[in-house]
């Protein structure tokens, strides 16, 4: 069973930073563009960072630019997806995702992932 599992994500305060990884069942995977989108409560999902297959493109939603780095190991037998977060504000509370999906980075939308991870919680207090 192909499997995206999130883990990196906890309690921190504003100005912090967190790493969220996502280890990627299959070596399938290495070909797919992989991301991140995030879940507010009360909120649409929406897209935060992507990365394409050979980590050569990357995209970013206008409200992290900056502030987040995308990036991905293409291992032997894995892939790991990371998500590097700094200078965490309050309104980047959230569950994240991770997604795969065959479209470039600059196309990413809940309906174009074939993928999902469970989500982790990213909670960021004033």
């Known amino acids: 069973q192909v499997q995206l599992v999130e883990s990196g994500g906890g309690l921190v305060q504003t100005g912090g930073s967190l790493r969220l990884s996502c280890a990627a069942s299959e070596r399938t995977f290495s070909s797919n563009t992989m991301g991140w989108f995030r879940q507010g409560s009360g909120k649409e999902r929406e897209f935060v960072a992507a990365?394409?297959?050979?980590?050569?493109?990357?995209?970013?939603a206008d409200s992290v630019k900056g502030r987040f780095t995308i990036s991905r190991d293409n291992a032997k037998n894995t892939v790991t997806v990371y998500l590097q977060m700094n200078s965490l504000k309050p309104e980047d509370t959230a569950v994240y995702y991770c997604a795969a999906t065959a479209v470039s980075p600059f196309f990413m939308n809940p309906r174009a992932i074939h993928d999902w991870g469970q989500g982790t919680q990213v909670t960021v207090s004033s």
């Open positions: 990365i394409s297959s050979s980590s050569g493109r990357t995209n970013y």
